[in-house]
């Protein structure tokens, strides 16, 4: 850290562990073994007294891979050290667990510590679409699992789901989104079942097991924007709903556009909404730990190495375990700002971006928001570039236009 610059304020920190591996999973984790969890976490240790000092953390989040499968001496190990390290604290600490490894001693202790967010892995809650799946749950464990979360003391959770699955109908999409929310989470992510290669699900595909019905999977999102309105969550990015109790958001800096709905019609950021990745769609840096993790942090982008026994290999020498690291021209970084931003209802207030990117959408950018709004996938007026409802849909095709 530069003797003038003001510490890093996000941190996300990758374990790399799942109990057994999902069909359609393409995410950097394996299945766990006892020993390489226990270097793993002594690996982290290191690395994160190595970063401390240019930390300051608003928002945290563990993902994975499953961060739930730590024991709770594994668990304590790191957030001892993150205590001595004076990383605790944070407005928004969460971690992503999956119902099969929810226990109420864990919660305990992650309670403790300050973490106040769960992020749990449903996918579904019909037995054979999770079975499909090659998830290790149940029906009954989300539904145990959550009320642990809640006797815990946890009032936000997330609630991760998936549709357009193989086999899945309308009816079985439908029961599962009453029966989510009827649970009353505050916050739901719901996306589309991709096929990555080299995972079985795709795999299956291939051999013709079953097909993909686009036009199906169209209307399970579009049953998903309207159903989740009246379930009284609102849409802040293409995937994400949130609930808003109408609290403002106290870092002006980098949250100011969440809060409760502003007048003029113009979406807002739910008060609700994931801090932390709000946090990545205006921008803003962080630091990435563990295996495969990237970080981003004054104009540099790093990659951690995917290779659980090398990222321990090279800490354990005292170094950080970098695979890449990148210096970014500062339009080609705006280009991904602006692109990020746009999964956003709330699209891009000018203002807002200038802050975040040190450009002008509006001279950079001036003709590809013309054609977005020609098309009708966007809208713009003085202050503010947003995609439509249409425009969302394709969000992918117009972020495109923005990169350089
Ligand atoms: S639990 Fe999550 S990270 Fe692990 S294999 Fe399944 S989808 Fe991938």
């Not at 609102?234 to 609290?247: L, W």
Request: charged share 25%; net charge negative; glycine share 6%.
């Amino acid at each position: 850290m530069s003797a003038t610059s003001a510490p890093v304020t996000s941190l996300y920190i990758h374990v790399p562990f799942c109990a057994h591996k999902c069909e359609y999973c393409a995410f950097y984790s394996e299945a766990s073994s006892g020993e390489l969890i226990n270097r793993y976490t002594a690996a982290l240790v290191k690395e994160l007294e190595i970063v401390a000092d240019d930390l300051k953390p608003k928002t945290i989040f563990f993902g994975g891979g499953t961060p739930s499968l730590l024991n709770l001496r594994q668990w304590e190990t790191i957030l001892r050290t993150m205590e001595k390290f004076n990383l605790l604290g944070a407005e928004e600490f969460t971690i992503e667990s999956n119902p099969a490894t929810v226990s109420a001693d864990k919660c305990k202790l992650l309670r403790d510590f300050g973490v106040n967010r769960i992020s749990m892995g449903v996918q579904s809650l019909d037995e054979k679409l999770l079975d499909r799946l090659g998830r290790i749950h149940s029906r009954e464990q989300v539904f145990k699992s959550f009320d642990i979360l809640r006797a815990a003391g946890f009032a936000n959770v997330n609630l991760d789901l998936m549709f357009a699955i193989p086999t899945q109908t309308m009816e079985i999409w439908r029961a599962t989104l009453d029966e989510i929310f009827a649970m009353q989470s505050e916050h739901l992510s719901s996306y589309e079942v991709i096929y990555e290669d080299d995972t079985p699900l795709f795999e299956k595909l291939k051999a013709g097991e079953f097909s993909v019905d686009e036009e199906l999977a169209c209307d399970m999102y579009e049953e998903l924007i309207s159903r989740s309105a009246k379930a009284g969550f609102r849409q802040y990015e293409i995937a994400n709903f949130a609930r808003d109790n109408g609290t403002p958001v106290s870092d002006p800096a980098r949250l100011e556009i969440i809060g409760p709905s502003r007048g003029g019609g113009r979406p807002s950021i739910p008060s609700f909404a994931c801090k932390h990745n709000v946090n990545y769609w205006r921008g803003g840096d962080y630091h990435g730990l563990g295996p495969s993790a990237t970080g981003y942090v004054r104009g540099v982008r790093t990659r951690n190495w995917s290779n659980t026994p090398l990222y321990c290999d090279q800490l354990e020498k005292g170094k950080r375990a970098i695979e890449s690291s990148e210096e970014l021209p500062p339009l080609k970084r705006a280009g991904e700002i602006a692109a990020f931003g746009l999964r956003m209802n709330a699209g891009w207030p000018f203002a807002e971006f200038q802050r975040a990117a040190n450009f002008d959408l509006r001279k950079e950018w001036d003709s590809e928001m013309n054609q977005l709004a020609e098309r009708g996938w966007a809208a713009r007026d003085a202050e503010t570039f947003q995609l439509t409802h249409e425009g969302l849909r394709f969000a992918d095709a117009a972020a495109e236009l923005f990169l350089r």
